[in-house]
Every structure is written in C-alpha cells, then in structure tokens.
C-alpha cells in the first residue's frame, strides 16, 4: 500500500509539472486582448487556487470550504467554490442547489473550454454571490473524470476568477493529489480529537514528500471548544507547524445551516464560529500576499 502511495504521488507530481508547462500556453491563448464573459469580468492577475483538505473525515471539511468561499467572495475578488469530492460530493446541498449541472459537463469538452460555457454549467448562488462546480450526481460517474481534466478545469478557472476554492475527500485519489500539487495554498483541517491530530501530522509528513513547502499550508482548527485542553498552542508545538486560525464549535448553528441549506456566513457572520472562518478567510489571504512577495523577490547571489 506504501509503495502504490508514493507511486501515485510521484505520478501526480509528474503530471502537475506538465500541465503547468502547458498552463502558461493556455494562459497566453485564453488570455490574449481580454477573456469575454457572461458577467464582464475577469481578474487582472491569476487566480488563486485553495484547497481545503482533511486527512480524517467528519472534521467539517466541506464547511469551512463553502463558508470560506463566500468570506473571500466579493465585487473585487470573485469566488468559484469547486466539489473535488467527486464520488459523494455535498456542496451542491450544502447551498440548497441540487439538479443542476456538474463538473462532468465540463471535464469531456476540457480542452474546447472558452468563458462562456463555463458560466453557463457553473451554478451561481444568488444569496452569497459564489459561483459553484457541482460533483457529479453519481459515484460512479467520478471515473469519467481523470485528474487531468480535472487540473485542466481548474487552471481555466484560474483565468476568470480571483480564487477557486476546492473542496476535496479525505482519499488521496489522483484527482486530490494532482489539485493538491497545483494549489497555490493547502488549507488543512484537523480537530481537537487525537485520530484527526494524528492524521494532520502524517499528511504534513506526507506533503513534505510531495514538494509542498510549509509556507503554503495554512493550518486551521475547526470545531475549537475551550473547555478541552489539547488547545491549538499545544499542537501547534507538537507538530511543528502553527494552526493559523481556530473556528469554534457550534453544533446548533452548523448543523442548522447544512439542513436548511444556508451557510452560516449568509446569517451568522457576527457570531464567534464566522468570525473564525473570516480569520482563516485572512490568513489565507495574508498567506498568498506572502508568498506573491517571495516570488517577486530578487535572488541574491552568494
């Protein structure tokens, strides 16, 4: 099992390094005197691609992703949120947008993509603005989609909007590892529960091998209650990487907003658990403004 991971890792990597290579090409062609769109916009720089990925699943993972969408959503910074989870997907009811279309109507026609097309599959969420690739409605229909297509979708999208937002499964399927690889910033989840501690160091472990450096791991608690004493200092010293942003626990307005389909960010912004999601909302905005300034940043000599 050990060797087929990093084999696998090993392909995703190969294969990211190529479709970057042909992404400066695409970025030439699509971009040219100005992408057209249905809404008239398109970023003045290349978008950002955040990944939210929990190596132990039942952290909240599809929250914090649909909630973090709409807090780096706004006129100046338009948001895609994209379900990588794509056998058992919930962003599509996660905002009450089931039946539409999916990534499986853009993946077959990957290399024909233009802006147009893509605003007519992409779902837009009136209340919040985002706009959403849905998973496919069938598991099964997950295998039509190669992690190929599915980089290439993202890469596109980075022509037309400022971030896109991946959420993902806890499987390191090639889809995951390739988005992963590809990300311009990893937004990893963990608890205050041990097996989820537990998993977050061996991803960490994991992320080193695949080339990510820890400047583009942003570490965020969810679900922090106070009154349990593994506290984010104290894993934050035992890991060696420090939680950057700790959303409280709230069962009652979390779960309230997944049934009624209604992100907490839409009604409950002022309220400690969006405020939390506004501080990772920062933090990953201070997090890419960083690492802009270090890619900018002359080479000196020795």
Known sequence: MGDELISAIKRAGEMAHTERSKGVKQQMVISGPGINTMSGFAPTTKGKIVVVYSPKGGTGCTTVAVNLAIALNNEDTRTVLVDGNLQFGDVAIFV???????????????????????????????????????????????????????????????????????????????????????????VLITTQEIPAIKNARALLDLLQTMGVSKERIVFAMNRYDKRISITPERISENLKHEITAAIPFDEKIAITAVNRGVPFMLDNKSQPIGRGILSLAEAVRARITALEAEDRAPVTKR
Do not use: C, W
């Open 96 to 186: 009450n947008e089931q039946g539409k279309n999916t990534v499986l109507d853009v993946a077959p026609r990957v290399d024909d993509l233009d802006a147009d097309i893509i605003e007519e599959i992409l779902v837009k969420h009136e209340a919040s603005g985002i706009r959403i690739l849905a998973a496919p409605q069938k598991p099964e229909h997950a295998e039509r989609i190669s992690a190929d297509q599915f980089t290439k979708v993202l890469q596109f999208l980075q022509n037309m909007y400022s971030y896109i937002v991946v959420d993902t499964s806890t499987i390191l399927t090639d889809v995951v590892l390739g988005t992963i690889d590809i990300s311009d910033v990893v």
